[in-house]
């Protein structure tokens, strides 16, 4: 588990949307459970999602969730704090209820593990690491989590899928940042991306491990969700 001061932290971070506060004072209730969710500006698919993200927050089903954001300028190819923040302020009009904080020291990726862009991290009320998602989540995933959100994810914490610590992610070299030269993927030292590492769709690689985790987080989720609530899922022909 990662130590309880990990919401005191996000708290103190600068909020770069205008509107929604100076801090993450102002968008994290310290009585409800955290998703974060961890991106950069030159990542195809956490731009295209952040529409998303901003309608979760905003939806009352996520009422017992905070929803926020963090990026890290400076870290993993991103671009240095006022280069970014000059950045953001050209295009925070666009999700104007989406929260972004800023962790310059990149102090939240490193202790949570985050390599790879998106990332989300669920935290319960203590702040404490549930789970960490190593690439983008569904819409579906997303609604069972929220669903789960007012028990504080107890289904998800007593479910085979959980990591056993916050450790275990840490010491993952398996999932690497990625970027695209002519072609060919490389990782934030510049290696190109190993092949067995699995592409999915909108640019995130999972390795193989990854992938069989979060699926078993996501089958635990579901099962706990009321059957009124469940996603329709579309059966093949």
């Keep these: 588990m990662l130590p309880s001061d990990m919401l005191g932290q996000m708290r103190a971070l600068p909020q ?11 968008v994290i209730d310290p009585n409800k459970p955290t998703l974060i969710k961890f991106w950069a500006s030159w990542c195809p698919l956490c731009l295209g999602t952040l529409a998303e993200t901003e309608e979760w ?3 009352p089903t996520f009422a017992d969730l905070n929803v926020v954001t963090v990026v890290s300028p400076g870290h993993l190819n991103e671009k240095a704090d006022g280069d970014f923040s000059t950045w953001y302020a050209g295009v925070q009009a666009d999700y104007p209820k989406l929260p972004v904080l800023s962790d310059a020291s990149g102090e939240l990726i490193n202790k949570l593990g985050v390599q790879v862009y998106p990332s989300w991290a669920i ?3 203590s702040g404490n690491l549930v ?8 819409a579906e995933q997303a609604y069972a989590l929220a669903e789960n ?17 916050a450790q275990t992610l840490d010491n993952n070299s398996k999932i690497e940042t990625i970027k695209q030269k002519d072609g ?22 999972w390795g193989v491990e990854a992938i069989w985790s979060a699926s078993r987080v996501w089958s635990t989720l579901y099962q706990a969700m009321p059957m009124a609530r469940r996603p329709i899922q579309a059966t093949s022909k």
Excluded at 186 to 197: E, F, H, L, P, V
């Design 16 to 26: 770069l949307t205008k509107g929604l506060g100076d801090t993450g004072t102002a």
């Design 131 to 138: 789970h960490l998602v190593k690439g983008n989540i569904s």
């Design 149 to 165: 959100a007012n028990n504080d994810f107890a289904e998800l914490k007593a479910g085979s899928a959980k990591p056993a610590n």
């Design 184 to 205: 060919v993927y490389y990782n934030d030292k510049g290696k190109a991306i190993n092949t067995r590492s699995i592409y999915l769709a909108g640019g995130c690689f």
């Design 57 to 59: 927050r905003t939806d």
């Design 123 to 125: 935290l319960d009320k």
